[in-house]
């Protein structure tokens, strides 16, 4: 049989020596505790159970009165329970619900399957799932960067429901970007929520769609990235300092590989290098490239060939990211010149130039060559060319940015191409 008494729960004191007087529910081996909002030192409780056990009710004081009364009301539910229903079927958890459920006109089961539900229906768990199930480190990267600034305008956002996040929300958060983010960045946020959410209205997670109101950002037109072609000569030729000269030579050698992006080529193994060809799969988008491989691209490769990896800087660090920082800090100090007392002389060739603008200048380069767009974006393995040109011709389209990459080699170089302008661009 159910039964009910005192327990002075000492495992955490509430307040010094103070702690929670509850309600101790036991029934067949099963234990659950009863909260009932009153606190007792140890000597106090030891007092007013003597008090309750041995004094009569006129001598009780006003927190022995008030604890008695308590238990009684669950006394006397639980008696009314077992003549109602059957106890002995059911556990002490569900009694104790009943019980506080009866007294207090609150029912405990009702707010847990609440609770529950709207745990269920919370916007963030999804949201980290959605971003851990990106394919590649960079786009998941991305989408935290989008959790680090919406934790930063909501504090509450971790109890946010589906519901929580709408057309209000979503314009107070683009107002709380906009006052340190471009235009761009706030777009690639709303872009990265908005996937979320329609990730949860394909699982049947929610209804809700706030961006069928909410307009994202408008695209700005973003800085050129690009060197010209008189530029990425200059740079190719200038008299750097010694430091300074693998992170040029490598800048060389992606804009050799048609942009080829950092992480691919510091990450490429030598068994890369098939007949000739560089052949790898692009980290972000996992897409298969295959490039020619040209003398001048081939001499840089010797020149820092590594042992498990193609190139050597991966054997010294053992971050792509970390090398990459160092790559544009001294990419953008080409033209500085430093005494000993570390004073700067001179002026940067490039100022804001990365590792991602060798993807832009062949690009420009290309163009400046008049080799079509779509040859130049077959080369850069942009999607949109791939929808529009048929598996058939893969092999005479590999050929074809063969040689536009020889032209844009040779103009940097200041050569006539051997390269047919007819033969790549036709």
Not at 214 to 242: H, S, V
Request: hydrophobic residues 35%; contains cysteine; positive net charge.
């Amino acid at each position: 049989m159910a039964k009910v008494t005192f327990y002075l729960d000492t495992r955490k004191a509430v307040e010094g020596d103070i702690f929670p007087l509850v309600l101790n529910l036991a029934h067949k081996c099963q234990t659950s505790r009863i909260p009932i909002g009153m606190r007792f030192s140890k000597e106090d409780w030891e007092a007013t159970q003597l008090m309750l056990a041995n004094e009569p009710r006129v001598r009780w004081t006003a927190k022995a009165e008030e604890a008695y009364s308590v238990k009684a009301q669950y006394d006397v539910s639980l008696s009314r329970l077992a003549k109602e229903e059957d106890v002995e079927a059911m556990g002490a958890k569900e009694i104790r619900d009943r019980l506080v459920e009866m007294v207090t006109g609150v029912n405990k089961a009702k707010i847990r399957e609440k609770r529950a539900k709207a745990k269920k229906n919370l916007f963030l768990p999804h949201y980290r799932a959605f971003m851990e199930s990106r394919a590649t480190a960079g786009t998941r990267e991305m989408y935290n960067r989008t959790l680090k600034k919406m934790k930063e305008y909501d504090a509450e956002i971790e109890n946010r429901t589906y519901e929580e996040i709408d057309k209000d929300w979503l314009i107070g958060f683009d107002a709380h970007l906009q006052t340190t983010t471009c235009a761009n960045i706030r777009n690639m946020h709303f872009r990265n929520i908005r996937a979320a959410f329609n990730g949860a209205i394909d699982d049947d997670l929610t209804t809700c769609d706030p961006f069928r109101k909410f307009k994202l950002p408008k695209l700005e037109e973003t800085r050129k990235r690009a060197l010209t072609l008189e530029q990425i000569q200059m740079l190719k030729c200038y008299p750097c300092e010694p430091w300074q000269e693998e992170y040029r030579d490598l800048f060389m050698l992606q804009f050799y590989l048609i942009g080829v992006n950092l992480v691919d080529l510091l990450t490429a193994k030598p068994e890369d290098i098939v007949n000739g060809r560089f052949e790898y799969r692009r980290d972000k988008t996992h897409k298969l490239y295959s490039i020619k491989i040209e003398k001048e691209a081939m001499d840089i490769i010797e020149k820092y060939r590594g042992k498990d990896y193609l190139l050597s800087p991966m054997e010294r660090y053992t971050n792509h990211k970390n090398y990459m920082q160092h790559m544009n800090r001294a990419l953008q100090k080409i033209g500085l010149h430093y005494t000993t007392s570390q004073e700067k002389k001179g002026q940067a060739l490039f100022p804001d130039i990365t590792t991602y603008w060798s993807r832009h200048t062949w690009a420009t380069v290309a163009s400046s060559l008049d080799i079509p767009m779509e040859l130049i974006g077959r080369a850069l393995g942009h999607s949109w060319v791939n929808k529009t040109i048929t598996s058939v011709y893969i092999d005479f389209d590999t050929r074809k940015v063969d040689d536009a990459n020889r032209m844009v080699i040779d103009a940097v170089l200041g050569k006539k191409s051997k390269a047919r302008k007819k033969k790549a661009v036709a």
